[in-house]
């Protein structure tokens, strides 16, 4: 019989946790709540908090509503969110995480202390296009930040004046310093200022599940399809032990590719609840017995 351990640092950040906690207390109370957008990058999650009462609704929804209250999930909302529910008497119950929220400050005030300088800094985040928390952050510089997710993206940028660079809250620390030196090797003139703004209790665990994965003979990766963060904590997971499996439940285990190994361990993004990994190790249990 296999030896199978859950990682102890893996699953929700504080952020989520928050986020979930102020959910279930409302639904505790009232039965019934909005999220804009799903509250975290699990489809199981999702689906346990939508039979609580839970809707998760897009903003083209939000618009539609009145007189309710919506939850803001960890990742952020720009400032046309709050205006909107501002004019439709939209109670929010914000669930931004504290350190989505600092990063969001720091780049509006950038923004509005520029506002009088003959040429605006260009401001870039590097992170993924198109997510919620890129998107609230866009949104602090009334969609003028650009948003890159790699170097070859820079051959389209005019970087001949002053930059400023931040970081999305989930992204890996070696990326950001392979965009900062590659900046620095095109820039011919104008100042260039860049923030390491990545939260440290994610990229934290990105050396810490590189030891898990290399201690275990075979690896389990949960995670959602959406979660970015994810795939940055899998594809760490994968150099270290090439035997890793990432599944979003217990549907998608190749129980074959683990016969044989006499240690599995399971492990998964930050958010990835502790319940799902522990089903996880419960299937693997009886099958693998």
Same mark, same amino acid.
């Given at each position: 019989?296999?030896?199978?351990?859950?990682?102890?640092?893996? #699953?929700?950040?504080?952020?989520?946790?928050?986020?979930?906690?102020?959910?279930?207390?409302?639904?505790?109370?009232?039965?019934?709540?909005?999220?804009?957008?799903?509250?975290?990058?699990?489809?199981?999650?999702?689906?346990?908090?939508?039979?609580?009462?839970?809707?998760?609704?897009?903003?083209? &929804?939000?618009? #539609?509503? +009145?007189?309710?209250?919506?939850?803001?999930?960890?990742?952020?909302?720009?400032? &046309? *969110?709050?205006?909107?529910?501002?004019?439709?008497?939209?109670? /929010?119950?914000?669930? *931004?995480?504290?350190?989505?929220? &600092?990063?969001?400050?720091? /780049?509006?005030?950038?923004? =509005?202390?520029?506002?009088?300088?003959?040429?605006?800094?260009? /401001?870039?985040?590097?992170?993924?296009?198109? +997510?919620?928390?890129?998107?609230?952050?866009?949104?602090?510089?009334? #969609?003028?930040?650009?948003?890159?997710?790699?170097?070859?993206?820079?051959?389209?940028?005019?970087? =001949?004046?002053?930059?400023?660079?931040?970081?999305?809250?989930?992204?890996?620390?070696?990326?950001?310093?392979?965009?900062?030196?590659?900046?620095?090797?095109?820039? *011919?003139?104008?100042?260039?200022?860049?923030?390491?703004?990545?939260?440290?209790?994610?990229? #934290?665990?990105?050396?810490?599940?590189?030891?898990?994965?290399?201690?275990?003979?075979?690896?389990?990766?949960?995670?959602?399809?959406?979660?970015?963060?994810?795939?940055?904590?899998?594809?760490?997971? &994968?150099?270290?032990?090439?035997?890793?499996?990432?599944?979003?439940?217990?549907?998608?285990?190749?129980?074959?590719?683990?016969?044989?190994?006499?240690? /599995?361990?399971?492990?998964?993004? *930050?958010?990835?609840?502790?319940?799902?990994?522990?089903?996880?190790?419960?299937?693997?249990?009886?099958?693998?017995?």
């Amino acid at each position: 019989m296999a030896k199978i351990e859950i990682d102890a640092d893996s #699953g929700y950040c504080f952020g989520v946790v928050t986020a979930i906690r102020k959910a279930e207390e409302e639904l505790d109370n009232s039965g019934s709540l909005f999220c804009l957008g799903d509250i975290v990058h699990n489809s199981d999650e999702v689906e346990r908090l939508r039979l609580r009462g839970l809707e998760t609704i897009d903003h083209r &929804q939000l618009e #539609g509503l +009145h007189d309710v209250k919506v939850l803001l999930r960890a990742h952020g909302e720009p400032p &046309q *969110t709050y205006r909107t529910a501002d004019a439709n008497n939209i109670e /929010i119950i914000d669930a *931004t995480c504290p350190v989505v929220l &600092q990063l969001q400050r720091r /780049i509006k005030k950038a923004w =509005d202390e520029a506002a009088s300088a003959e040429v605006r800094p260009l /401001i870039l985040i590097y992170g993924k296009q198109g +997510h919620a928390e890129v998107n609230g952050l866009v949104g602090q510089t009334d #969609g003028h930040a650009i948003v890159i997710q790699d170097e070859s993206q820079l051959d389209d940028i005019d970087l =001949d004046r002053d930059v400023l660079l931040y970081s999305q809250t989930t992204k890996s620390p070696e990326g950001f310093a392979e965009i900062v030196e590659a900046i620095k090797r095109r820039k *011919t003139k104008g100042g260039f200022r860049y923030f390491d703004t990545i939260c440290r209790q994610v990229s #934290g665990r990105m050396s810490r599940i590189r030891e898990f994965a290399k201690a275990h003979e075979a690896v389990v990766f949960v995670c959602g399809s959406k979660s970015s963060n994810g795939k940055v904590l899998f594809a760490e997971c &994968q150099k270290a032990n090439p035997r890793s499996m990432r599944v979003s439940n217990v549907g998608d285990i190749d129980l074959d590719s683990l016969r044989g190994a006499e240690t /599995i361990g399971i492990c998964g993004a *930050t958010s990835t609840p502790r319940w799902l990994m522990n089903d996880i190790r419960d299937f693997l249990t009886e099958r693998l017995d």
